[in-house]
């Protein structure tokens, strides 16, 4: 894991590099949408210790508001393309399967203040998986999540910390055998920005 872990931190130190600055808001100014982009990794396990499968993701995140956020609550699209390493437990010594595909959903943005938010996401998107799990087929499949998370600010350059804690189920709606589907609980971190 030592390997994923120096691609995590390069990945972040370019993001870092290539976020470009914004003009400074005001605490009264709001945008017309809250909308974000930015970079996210983190570990994922199976719930079940007979289920081998752990997830290192690199993904990115983008979100945009569906209207005005004056409120202290408002709604959001999001979408995640994500490319992530997996260890199972038919994957070869010293090598690393892969997952791929992207999530789409809504979020329920909370605005404690202007530096804090909080959220709760719900989304699902197609995925492909390589490695060998005896309760799921590789192939094709289904990615359903459901997160909480938050945004801190990190500067006047509206760059904020997002942390996020997901359940996620993959499976392939019984397209192909087997098809047990695999649960998994998952920390992620990275970096974005207000837009």
């Known amino acids: 894991m030592k390997r994923c872990q120096i691609i995590a931190l390069a ?4 993001f870092c590099f290539e976020v470009k600055a914004q003009k400074d808001n005001n605490d009264t100014e709001y945008p017309k ?9 983190g570990l994922g396990n199976s719930f079940s210790p ?13 979100s945009k508001s569906f209207s005005n956020p004056r409120k202290k609550d408002f ?21 690393f399967d892969y997952e791929y595909g992207v999530n789409l959903g809504i979020r329920n943005y909370i605005k404690i203040n202007e530096g804090f938010y909080l959220y709760q ?8 998986i390589s490695a060998e799990v005896v309760r799921q087929a590789s192939g094709f499949i289904f990615s359903d999540n459901l997160a909480v998370g938050t945004f ?33 609980y998952n920390v992620v971190i990275g970096l974005s920005q207000l837009k």
């Open 75 to 95: 709604l959001a699209w999001y979408v995640e393309p994500q490319f992530n390493l997996v260890k199972a437990g038919s994957t070869k010594s010293g090598s």
């Open 11 to 14: 990945i972040l130190l370019i």
């Open 33 to 41: 949408r809250f909308k974000t982009i930015g970079g996210l990794v």
């Open 152 to 184: 801190l600010r990190l500067s006047k350059k509206n760059l904020f910390l997002n942390i996020q804690y997901v359940q996620r189920h993959i499976s392939n709606a019984n397209l192909k055998a087997p098809n047990g589907g695999i649960n998994f």
């Open 121 to 128: 996401m719900l989304g699902s998107g197609p995925h492909y």
């Open 50 to 62: 007979s289920t081998d499968y752990r997830v290192f993701y690199l993904m990115a995140d983008y």
